[in-house]
């Protein structure tokens, strides 16, 4: 479903988002910035221009689904609902507070527009595959999407949730791996290395396509691929990304996975989005 | 108390491991990418070459720790509260509770005090879990001294333990000199004839001060930590339901399954007496700061005491 024609329109859109990121980790004093600038573009995408969803009916039995395995990236997921329309957009400085709706991580029962909650890594992928699975014994043409870390495909549930979409043909499901190769403790080559990702995903039985995070082009082509294949495998989009992206000082930086900006960096850190350009969108 | 700086329990437990892999070459510590929250970055950082970062894989890491213990090796296994003892709790079980091995399991960021991360990350359930394992020691101190002298203690107990932490910085209370860490035994820090406020881990701050308040109301209360929850200290649990009669226990905890239900059944094997449970009612936490998230769910001096006043006889 395009709703936003150009790349330009996309670009602005998402500086939007990673405004509304920035600003809900300022006022919730903690939060995960790095992990949700770095796949804003993505959902942005996806949210915009891919999946067949409705802000004024978000359990419509027939919308596509998604999950967002890595949980933490809550505040980019919140910041796209809003910008879509799904609650106000001044809500996300109500992130992380008592009583706001608005939880740390996804909570399906009080946000709408989440189809999962989530937090605990490695289980929103095979919650993914039972939504999946559960169109095909439905007979209905929804697809599923799934965003995972890439320190989360270390889980060994990653790859026991991989193992069973191949082998039921799970052709509606796509991941998409948020590869900006960092966790929390390093690298992620250096920490536990779950590479060649590829390859793994390919011995699973998978459609491999590798992208760049932050290129709205190369995202449509691989949709578009995932969407058009038919032969009963799943496919996965390696998404090499920056973690931090847009923020200049938290761009590759570990530290900024999990702590928020004070008052003087996050003024700094609107004002470098705000000069990105909001857009006319 | 309140002149010391508050101090997270996990700070001892990192400041612990440090100093305990001076003493012990064959201790190891094992961790799921969460090193510098746990604490166990610390140790990292003087012992790099028996430190394994196991990424996140909790399951996988657990019975690599069993595999280490049963052949030589004292290994502390960490990851916050919810992934060490819920995550990774068949392995716990079947691969370091069953055989009996010397693993110590360093659990932080456990009760609702975890804050805003939320729900997913609050474990309230842990004690529960662990209690259930034949053979499982699990120890909650209550403060930065008692997590460094719990940690000791359990490398110098051969078997599984669990040790649970905090994310929050809280008072210190255990800082008289002679400070000594008995594993199983529960200490009596106040004396009291009225009723026996039986705590543990942060709780136990809470209930010193909640006792003052009920001084004030006319109510004595005597304050018990309980930093072993198994084995539990059934004796002094019985002594003070005789010397007492009611008992309250405090616990960062549900009340399904944790100190409360310990004590209940003690004593109502031993020595019935009525106990009234406060903890995290059957109920799944939220987002919010965690020293308010505490208020919240009246584990604080005041909810205690209010709790006391209005519905314990
Ligand atoms: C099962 C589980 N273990 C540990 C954590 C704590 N945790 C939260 S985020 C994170 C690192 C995630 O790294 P990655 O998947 O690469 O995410 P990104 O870099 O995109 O933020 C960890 C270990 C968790 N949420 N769930």
């Known amino acids: 479903m395009k709703r936003l024609a150009t790349t330009a329109e996309l670009e602005a859109m998402a500086n939007r988002v990673r405004q509304g990121i920035v600003t809900g980790v300022f006022h919730a004093k903690s939060g995960h910035p790095g992990g949700s600038l770095s796949c804003a573009d993505l959902l942005t995408y996806l949210y915009f221009n891919e999946m067949n969803v409705d802000p004024q009916n978000p359990t ?32 996300l400085e109500t992130l992380r507070h008592i009583g706001s709706y608005l939880q740390g991580h996804p909570d399906m029962k009080r946000v709408p527009g989440v189809d999962m909650s989530s937090g605990s890594l490695g289980q929103g992928v095979s919650a993914a595959c039972g939504m999946a699975l559960a169109a095909k014994i439905q007979k209905k043409g929804y697809r599923v999407y799934c ?20 082998h039921k043909k799970l052709d509606n499901l796509c991941l998409i791996v948020d590869n900006n190769g960092l966790q929390i403790d390093g690298k992620v080559e250096e920490v536990c290395s779950p590479y060649p990702i590829d390859e793994k995903f390919q011995a699973f039985g998978f459609e491999v ?41 938290m761009e590759n930086v570990v530290n900024w996975h999990g702590v928020a900006p004070n008052e003087e960096q996050f003024n700094s850190a609107m004002q470098e989005l705000l000069e990105g350009g909001n857009g006319d969108v | ?49 028996r430190f394994f970062d196991c ?61 805003e991360d939320g729900a997913t990350h609050q474990c309230c359930e842990d004690i529960a879990l662990m209690r259930t394992i034949p053979g499982m020691v699990i120890i909650n101190p209550s403060d930065y001294t008692e997590a460094r002298a719990a940690v000791r203690a359990a490398v110098e107990y051969d078997g599984p333990v669990y040790l649970r932490f905090g994310r929050l910085a809280v008072e210190q209370i255990n800082t008289s000199p002679d400070y000594r860490f008995e594993m199983g035994k529960g200490v009596t820090l106040r004396d009291g004839k009225d009723l026996t406020i039986v705590a543990t881990g942060l709780c136990v701050t809470e209930a010193l001060k909640a006792a003052e308040l009920l001084a004030a109301q006319g109510k004595d209360a005597r304050v018990v930590n ?39 059944s003690a004593l109502a094997e031993n020595y019935p007496a009525r106990v009234h449970r406060i903890g995290v009612k059957d109920e799944f936490g939220y987002s919010g700061p965690g020293a308010q998230l505490i208020k919240e769910f009246g584990l604080d001096s005041e909810g205690i005491a209010r709790e006391i006043l209005e519905n314990v006889r």
């Open chain 1, 147 to 166: 965003m995972l870390g890439d320190g989360e495909i270390e889980e060994g549930q990653v790859w026991e949730a991989a193992m069973f979409a191949s």
């Open chain 2, 226 to 264: 309980i930093h072993t929850i198994k084995p539990l200290d059934v004796g002094l649990m019985v002594k003070c339901a005789k010397e007492t009669g009611t008992i309250v226990t405090v616990e960062e905890h549900s009340i399904i399954g944790g100190l409360g239900e310990a004590v209940c």
């Open chain 1, 209 to 249: 396509t590798e992208i760049d995070a932050h290129n709205f082009e190369e995202m449509e082509k691989a949709l578009n691929f995932a969407r058009a294949n038919q032969n009963g495998k799943p496919t996965v989009i390696i998404a090499k990304s920056v973690k931090g992206k847009g923020v200049s000082f």
């Open chain 2, 55 to 115: 990424g996140i894989a909790e399951a996988n890491m657990m019975s690599v720790a069993a595999g280490l213990a049963a052949s030589g090796m004292i290994p502390f296994a960490s990851s916050f509260a919810m992934f060490a003892a819920g995550r990774a709790y068949e392995q716990v079980r079947n691969s370091i509770g069953y055989p009996h091995l010397n693993v110590k399991i360093g659990a932080t960021h456990a009760g609702v005090s975890v804050g």
């Open chain 2, 1 to 49: 108390m309140s002149e010391l700086k508050k101090i997270a329990t996990r700070e001892g437990y990192g400041d612990e491991l440090k100093k305990l892999g001076e003493e012990y070459p064959n201790l190891v510590v094992l961790d799921a990418d969460l090193a510098a929250a746990t604490k166990t970055a610390t140790f990292q950082k003087a012992f790099p070459d």
């Open chain 1, 60 to 91: 419509a039995e027939d919308r596509d689904r998604f999950v967002l395995s890595k949980g933490h990236g809550a505040p980019a997921l919140y910041s796209v609902l809003a910008h879509m329309g799904y609650f106000p957009v001044k809500d």
